[in-house]
């Protein structure tokens, strides 16, 4: 085989194979990053998104350029496309496993389900009770606002007592003060890394 010969397999397997595996690659980070950048801004993590959306323009830039220099190739768009589905897709991921922020918990129980309250309070969660009267009678109405680390062993209570309970799950942008599980506050650091406040 001659040079020329192998100079053009290697040629072909550059545009139509790696190319497009590194605008994939691409496309995946800088649309996770993009993806988290949002999420920390609407937690008010206004410190850590212009850091992130530094990295997310300089990728985007990279993987653009590319695909700008081969317009013919119809498997760096694809690429494209697909690193943008999966980026979406992993920063979500990455949000759900990060647990960053604060959750409101609106629980609605019967009157007869007081042990619930109690079992909640018991376990250093902040519970504030109000009556309430639904279509079915009088009721207890529970707000509780928690770390988002903790909402799966909170619902697990709830679900423990009665697996038929009503609640509804919202995001909370912003706490001050409050009574939250073993008493400290969280920032992104700790978030991730899961380390304990010094005092």
């Known amino acids: 085989m001659s040079l020329l010969s192998v100079l053009s397999i290697q ?62 190739n119809a498997m ?52 504030t009770v109000m009556d309430g009267e639904g279509s079915q009678g009088k009721v207890k109405i529970l707000l509780s606002i928690l770390h988002r680390k903790d909402l799966k062993n909170f619902v697990s209570v709830l679900n423990s007592f009665r697996p038929d309970i009503f609640y509804s799950i919202e995001e909370v942008k912003t706490v001050k003060d409050g009574i939250f599980r073993k008493n400290q506050s969280r920032n992104l650091f700790m978030s991730v890394f899961g380390a304990k406040k010094v005092k």
């Open 76 to 127: 760096c768009y694809i690429a494209y496309g697909g690193g943008f589905a999966m980026g979406n897709y992993l920063g979500i991921i990455l949000d759900e496993k990060l647990s960053i922020g604060n959750v409101i918990v609106r629980t609605i129980l019967k009157n007869n389900d007081t042990e619930i309250i109690e079992k909640l309070i018991s376990m250093n969660y902040g519970v």
């Open 11 to 72: 040629s072909d397997l550059f545009t139509w194979v790696l190319l497009p595996f590194l605008i994939f690659i691409s496309r995946i980070f800088d649309q996770s990053i993009g993806t988290l950048r949002l999420i920390f801004v609407q937690k008010g993590l206004k410190q850590l998104a212009p850091l992130l959306a530094f990295f997310e323009s300089i990728i985007w830039l990279l993987a653009v350029s590319q695909i700008i220099k081969h317009l013919d």
